[in-house]
């Protein structure tokens, strides 16, 4: 938040905002940490990188091209971490391995998808490493080669249709300065944060959110119980079952949603929804 909403660096996502997928990764005195989960007063004194300082006065950063000529990236709201790891991962080890790599992106899950991708980008993969080289049967091997050779050739000579194209947003995106819904602030705009139980099937007795109501900027305090009183407590969805927006008994699993915090400022809403 601090970063997002303090500083306007946006390039630094909240994807899970509970540690676990690395959208929101920086860099602390040059090691990733995942920021959701760190208060601004622990990085008082430290060096922060985000995104956004990641190129140099010379141009991108070695990783930031390579995912650029490799299209390392899909919507690119999960890049700007991985490409920080993989700038940490070089700054401590220059010519990693692939098992390297693999293992230094696993601190990101959400990277899993295009793992095979981003590997691809990497700058720190020795020459001749190619897709098809690492532990593909020779037959396949040999086909990996002929689509390499050909993505070559298209690359250079085939025009038309077929012809790879670079995708425009590219740029963007590896800079961190792509927009994303929670990037956008309109006019007269409200912000929610979700209270989530710290429990796996647990018994609420009750949600007291005089406190969360009675802060100034704060427009409504919303439980399962309320839900439940305009019957939208549980919803269906797109597999024809239904699913508890907010939980109103019984807490599940932890988590899960317990209530809703709006307010005119985000400030307002994270202090009473935590
Ligand atoms: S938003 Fe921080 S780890 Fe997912």
Known sequence: MCIREEFGLTGTHVGCDTTSCGACTVLLDGSPVKSCTMFGVQA???DVTTVEGLAGAAGLHPVQAAFQEEHG????????GMMLVGAALLERNPDPSDD???WAHLWQPLSLHGLHEHREGDPGRSEGEGRGRRSAPPDREARSEEAT???????T?????GHSVKRKEDGRLIRGKGTFIDDMQLPGMLYMSILRSPFAHATINGIDTSRAQAVPGVVAVVTGELMAQHNLAWMPTMSGDTQAVLATDKVRFQGQEVAAVIAEDPTSRRTRSS
Not at 149 to 155: A, F, V
Not at 157 to 161: M, V
């Open 149 to 155: 050779d050909m993505s070559t050739r298209r690359q």
């Open 44 to 46: 008082d004194g430290r």
């Open 100 to 102: 390297d790599i693999r």
């Open 157 to 161: 000579e085939i025009r038309g249709i």
């Open 73 to 80: 990236l899909q919507c690119g709201f999960c890049t700007p």
